[in-house]
T-cell receptor, first 115, second 111 residues
Framework: NAGVMQNPRHLVRRRGQEARLRCSPM?????VYWYRQLPEEGLKFMVYLQKENIIDESGMPKERFSAEFPKEGPSILRIQQVVRGDSAAYFC?????????????FGPGTRLTVT | DAKTTQPPSMDCAEGRAANLPCNHSTISGNEYVYWYRQIHSQGPQYIIHGLKNNETNEMASLIITEDRKSSTLILPHATLRDTAVYYC????????????FGTGTRLLVSP
């Protein structure tokens, strides 16, 4: 049973370019979460999505960041016009559909470097 | 979500039990205690969770005090690969909500 997959694992972008990060949840999981970890800091929640719906985006920066989880295909975190402060590790997690206290399973992360 | 308090760092000898404490004195009746760990640069790894009963799985045991204001994660036979930052998180059960990561405990397992 494959785990959460993220690609690319490493992404280098120049300032002003766009970054697209992809996350494929575990099979049978329809809940996806995105977290960001700045260098030497803890993980911070960004957004929680179910298929075709954004449930909680309280951690998303107001500008330049967007996320989607279409009916078919992976979840996408999109960062427009990247700046050096966007350099971080971005982790995706997924949860199973049932259970009283659903745990989250994390992917290996995408390390974004903005030059 | 309730706040948690963990020691910033702990040491453990390889092969010995590692006991990681967590205080969550303001936990509510419907909040679960979760433990995750992050091995250097990797994605966090789910370890175990519980509500009020002690729990055990292949990775660890979770002991929750009767008043639920604190808990202990026990790694029965620590190995070098258990060196990681361990996070204790409390959040409402029966819901799909974000995890709020604190600063965790950096566990160093030495030979």
């Amino acid at each position: 049973n494959a785990g959460v997959m993220q690609n690319p694992r490493h992404l280098v972008r120049r300032r002003g370019q766009e970054a697209r990060l992809r996350c494929s949840p575990m099979k049978g999981h329809s809940h996806v979460y995105w977290y960001r970890q700045l260098p030497e800091e803890g993980l911070k929640f960004m957004v929680y999505l179910q298929k075709e719906n954004i449930i909680d985006e309280s951690g998303m920066p107001k500008e330049r960041f967007s996320a989607e989880f279409p009916k078919e295909g992976p979840s996408i975190l999109r960062i427009q016009q990247v700046v050096r402060g966007d350099s971080a590790a971005y982790f995706c997690a997924s949860s199973p559909n049932g259970g009283r206290a659903p745990e989250q399973y994390f992917g290996p992360g995408t390390r974004l470097t903005v030059t | 979500d309730a706040k948690t308090t963990q020691p910033p760092s702990m040491d453990c000898a390889e092969g010995r039990a590692a006991n990681l404490p967590c205080n969550h004195s303001t936990i509510s009746g419907n909040e679960y205690v979760y433990w995750y760990r992050q091995i250097h640069s990797q994605g966090p790894q789910y370890i175990i969770h519980g509500l009020k009963n002690n729990e055990t799985n292949e990775m660890a045991s979770l002991i929750i005090t009767e008043d639920r204001k604190s808990s202990t994660l026990i790694l029965p036979h620590a190995t070098l690969r258990d060196t990681a930052v361990y996070y204790c998180i409390v959040r409402v059960g029966e819901s799909f909500q974000k995890l709020v990561f604190g600063t965790g405990t950096r566990l160093l397992v030495s030979p």
